[in-house]
């Protein structure tokens, strides 16, 4: 493991692969600042103009979970091959913050450079002789632009996004017309940005041999692509695929989510009041209404709940009563979710859980990244209950899978929860251009209309039920004939209740054999081969990237494996079959107790003695050095 | 195991509603619970309650948490849509359920436990939100169901059918209620019908969150929260047997327009259930706070339309929601369409 990983994530060292010098293109930038101080969107500056120059790029916040003053860092890739995940080293470091100096030092690779403020760290006793040092002093520069302290902090970060953009090669016109669209309508702003970027470009452009010797070269790799994070893609999603009603709890790192949707809908779902009379009325029209202009009404509802437990009872109430609901939310709302996940599933009404997890157990920590909540989710509340889960890799599937969420869960009438994670759902990512295709239908499932209702002579809630298992529903309100008692205690297939033994079994095996059913509607797991490899590689969700790197760096180092990523449980035949196809399958994620491993075994016939493990759980986004070497040491190479 | 003593309703009534339904119309399946039950003297006088309010079964739905009260949605209104939740969470469910169609009329059957114990923080946000629902709390002062634990209206130093102590004071939803901003608070009892259902009625014509307190006595474990006298253990307690449940009749007494009246409550020990004064005004919070304090101090139990204020817009009309219920929007007037979705993301080029 790298010098700059080990400083941040105290693991044991493992042996590190073979140094690969940065090129052009091809690189690791990390800017070390502290949190407050608006380093975010100065980051995301930098990351956006390498986008716009064509070359795939990611940046990953390393966040403290703290408002103000402690550490932060934010690792930038550029790869023009599109890989993204983290590596592990750093070749130039932007050392923003004199607290954590000495420690971002000793991070940098041999060779590489570190970027840093001569205002701010002025007799640094510089302790390594095979990286470059840069001194630009950042903070005395933009002391001309600005006299407000606080403004200084943050023209002090687009400085830096100047100094480093002149060392990367990176198009000051492009960066230059990112700030314009930044602060439109804002010129004051925008000319001290300008000014700001300008005199860290010039400074670092007339004393530095510019650019270094790895840097941007404009491409075309990001052509038909977006940059974008998964929570606003999810709330994209739930736009598309009609969502009405959305409740939720704030909690980081799932916050954002809700954020997006609000503003979306703000945007697309208001439309032009009319009057029709409503049919019991709310009381005053309109008289406390804040935020939805004049004449105007909301296609939507969004309530923020007291607690996780009204959130999603609130989106089973909401489903139960035929609207498109869901909540957002991470491990710890999740828990207590629980129970009611589990009248979902046993009462057989739809909801849908977008779950950003993030590091447990308990509240562990907020800020940082896992994939530790797989089999809370899949058997979320006491009892035999399963649930339908998704994993998307990256926001493009968040987008795609919000939609997949909604149709499986009303056609099912079940819970689905989509695991994404803090790497996906807070780091932007560059991902193909989300596509609507505007013939899509959702798919409501079975609700009885009235006319279906007049057409039967009885209607019996949980009977007869269709090859999938799914007995059709009706919705509060629309006929007598449809009513029936939802319960979360014993029933029958008729909706009644029952202490009868067989005649609970029918309905729970029932439930078993529809949660099986649903495999066919849920996103099939991705499969590669490479030429007969004897040995299989099995991910999930965010680890995506960095495995699919380690492969390609194991073949190259003649150890040739195939790879699968689970995208849905439950499990796809393809999964079984790829267990049984190699003699040897290696499960990487992002956990301490190997959750996917454990459901493979349970839930895919998964032989243990033949399934290896490889768990990366220190809370920062698994790297690809981790993968690479926790597989050699699984094949005891 | 069906109950020996019915609630008072006629075998046949034929006089018909403004809708032309029978009283009949508005029942439910036989009653589970134990002969004599307040729940079911309450289920009784909501079906009249609903009758005369002309309400369309089906365009009513009945949510409840779970407890003994809890279980009486399903003994009324056979034809609306029913939902009994969990424990304590009908309050977060009754919300989504409005969220989704605000067109319907939404009745929630609590108890005193499922919703001042473990939902209580739900009850509290629900009336902040003035979702619109009639919120209906059995209040019993005890646990039914788990056979007799102190509930939360439990009355300070209150016996338990197993003899201990209760040593918390008691929550009183209507100050609760008074606290939070609600707009609709009344209590009444469920043994004096009469009394009840101009209520329940009120409650169920009310534009925001009714929330109804109603003393609905448990003859199994009985020992009442405004019980302010000591609690004698139950006969099943005096045979060391506890699974016998004795059939009692339903404890009734008649509020007077005056005054008030003493209760005696099955297991010993009474409530006294006072009728509000002439020159009551139920729009002045003030007023009404200083009365009920008064009376609570007091070991009165006052009953009657406590407080109400209209002006208050509900949780959609706050919100500005559409004025068609959210489920019946088409697809097409919710999905901003693939031209819609490339704009969008030019913001993240
Ligand atoms: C989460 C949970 N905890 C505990 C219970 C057990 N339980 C069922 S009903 C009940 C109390 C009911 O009391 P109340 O709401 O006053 O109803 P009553 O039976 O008195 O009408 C309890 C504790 C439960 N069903 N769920
Ligand atoms: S235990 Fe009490 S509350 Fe429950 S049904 Fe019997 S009398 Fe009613
Ligand atoms: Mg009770």
Redesign the pocket.
């Known amino acids: 493991m790298s010098a700059w990983a080990a400083s941040i994530d105290e693991r044991p060292a493992a042996p590190a692969p073979p140094e690969r010098a940065p090129g052009v293109n091809d690189f690791s930038c990390t800017i070390a600042t502290a949190n407050g101080t608006g380093s975010a969107s100065a980051n995301a500056l930098l990351v956006r103009a390498v986008f716009r120059m064509g070359v795939p790029v990611s940046g990953k916040n390393l966040l403290p979970s703290n408002i103000q003053g402690m550490p932060t860092w934010y690792e930038i890739r550029v790869n023009g091959d599109g890989h993204t995940a983290r590596t592990g080293r750093c070749h130039l470091m932007a050392a923003m913050n004199a607290q954590t100096f000495p420690q971002d030092v000793a991070a940098v690779a041999p060779g590489g450079y570190v970027l840093y403020d001569a205002t701010a760290v002025p007799s640094y006793r510089w302790e390594r002789d095979d990286v470059g040092f840069l001194g630009v002093p950042l903070s005395l520069l933009v002391g001309e632009v600005s006299e407000d302290p606080r403004q200084r902090v943050l023209l002090r970060n687009v400085a830096y996004v100047g100094a480093l953009s002149a060392l990367l090669a990176v198009d000051p016109t492009v960066v230059a017309a990112a700030l314009s669209e930044r602060f439109a309508g804002r010129p004051e702003l925008e000319q001290a940005n300008q000014r700001a970027f300008e005199l860290g470009f010039d400074h670092a452009e007339s004393r530095v041999d510019c650019p270094l010797p790895f840097h941007v070269a404009p491409a075309h790799g990001t052509a038909g692509a977006v940059l974008m994070d998964g929570n606003t893609s999810t709330a994209i999603g739930c736009l598309y695929a009609g969502a009405t009603v959305a409740a939720w709890y704030p909690i980081t790192p799932s916050t954002s989510v809700m954020d997006r949707f609000g503003e979306l809908c703000a945007r697309y779902r208001r439309v032009p009041d009319v009057q029709p009379a409503d049919a019991l009325g709310g009381g005053p029209a309109g008289a406390g209404d804040l935020d939805t202009p004049a004449g105007q009404r909301d296609n939507y509802l969004i309530v923020q709940a007291e607690d996780e437990l009204a959130a999603i009872g609130m989106v089973v109430g909401a489903n139960w009563n035929g609207a498109r609901a869901f909540t957002a939310t991470s491990g710890p709302g999740l828990s207590l979710m629980g129970?009611l996940l589990g009248l979902a599933y046993y009462a057989e009404i739809p909801a849908v859980v977008f779950d950003v997890q993030r590091s447990g157990p308990s509240t562990g920590m907020p800020t940082r990244t896992q994939q530790a909540d797989l089999l809370e989710a899949a058997y979320a509340s006491h009892g035999d209950t399963k649930h339908l889960l998704l994993f998307p890799a990256d926001p493009k599937e968040c987008f795609d899978f919000a939609v997949v969420a909604f149709d499986a869960a009303e056609r099912f009438q079940t819970p689905v929860l989509v695991l994404s994670d803090f790497d996906i759902g807070m780091n932007d990512w560059v991902v193909p251009r989300l596509q609507w295709d505007d013939r899509f239908q959702p798919d409501r499932g079975r609700v009885l209309s009235r006319g279906d209702l007049a057409s039967m002579e009885r209607y019996f809630r949980y009977a007869p039920w269709d090859d999938e298992h799914v007995a059709a529903r009706t919705l509060p309100g629309v006929d007598p004939k449809g009513a029936y008692f939802t319960r979360g205690s014993g029933h029958d297939s008729l909706g009644d209740y029952t202490e009868a033994p067989q005649r609970y079994q029918e309905v729970v095996d029932r439930l078993a054999a529809k949660h099986a059913a649903a495999t066919g509607h849920l996103p099939e797991p991705l499969v590669e081969h490479h030429g007969g490899a004897r040995v299989g590689v099995i991910t999930l969700g965010s680890a995506d990237a960095a495995v699919r790197e380690a492969v390609e760096e194991l073949a190259g180092r003649g150890v040739p494996v195939d790879y699968l990523r689970v995208r849905s449980f439950p499990f796809h035949a393809a999964v079984a079959d790829f267990l049984r196809a190699h003699d040897r399958c290696i499960v990487v994620e992002q956990n301490r107790d190997g959750q996917l491993r454990s459901l493979l075994v349970a839930e895919a016939a998964a032989a243990p003695d033949r399934l290896g493990s490889v768990r990366c759980y220190g809370g920062l986004p698994v790297t690809v050095p981790d993968v690479v070497d926790g597989i050699l040491l699984e094949l005891g190479r | 195991m069906p109950s020996i003593t019915k609630p008072l309703i006629p075998a046949v009534r034929r006089e018909r509603n403004a809708l032309g339904l029978t009283i009949r119309d508005y029942e439910g399946p036989m009653s589970t619970l134990c002969a004599g039950c307040g729940?079911d003297s309450t289920t009784a006088a909501l079906v009249q309650a609903l009758w005369q309010s002309n309400l369309e079964p089906h365009r009513v739905v009945k949510l409840s948490?779970?407890?003994?009260?809890?279980k009486t949605p399903t003994y009324f209104l056979r034809s609306a849509h029913g939902f009994n939740s969990?424990?304590?969470r009908m309050a977060p469910i009754a919300t989504g359920a409005n969220a989704a169609n605000r067109d319907l009329l939404y009745l929630g059957i609590?108890?005193?436990?499922?919703?001042l114990?473990?939902g209580l923080g739900h009850l509290c946000h629900a009336v902040r939100r003035n979702v619109r629902m009639v919120y209906l709390i059995?209040n019993?002062g005890?646990?039914?169901?788990?056979k007799g634990?102190f509930?939360p209206t439990a009355d300070l130093g209150s016996l338990s059918h197993r003899g201990e102590h209760n040593l918390v004071p008691p929550i009183d939803p209507m100050l609760l209620g008074l606290s939070l901003g609600a707009t609709f608070l009344a209590r009444g009892f469920s043994g004096d019908k009469a009394h009840l259902v101009p209520i329940l009625e009120a409650a169920l014509a009310h534009r925001g969150f009714a929330l109804v307190d109603v003393i609905s006595p448990?003859v199994q474990f009985n020992n009442h929260a405004a019980s302010t006298k000591s609690y004698a253990a139950t006969r099943a307690h005096e045979l060391h047997v506890t699974d016998l449940a004795v059939p009692h009749a339903p404890v009734t007494a008649t509020i007077p327009t005056e005054g008030a009246v003493d209760v005696p409550m099955p297991g010993g020990g009474s409530v006294r259930l006072r009728a509000l004064p002439a020159d009551y005004d139920p729009t002045d919070r003030r007023s009404v706070s200083a009365f009920l304090h008064e009376h609570a101090g007091r070991g009165e139990v006052p009953t009657g339309l406590l407080f109400l204020d209209e002006s208050v817009p509900d949780m959609h009309e706050r919100s500005g929601s559409s004025r068609v219920p959210l489920n019946q929007l088409a697809f097409d007037e919710l999905c901003p369409g693939a031209d819609a979705l490339d704009a969008l993301q030019a913001a993240y080029r």
């Open positions: 129970e | 729940h948490g779970i407890g003994c009260s809890s969990v424990h304590g609590s108890g005193d436990g499922d919703a114990s473990i059995e019993n005890v646990y039914g169901l788990t634990q509930s448990c």
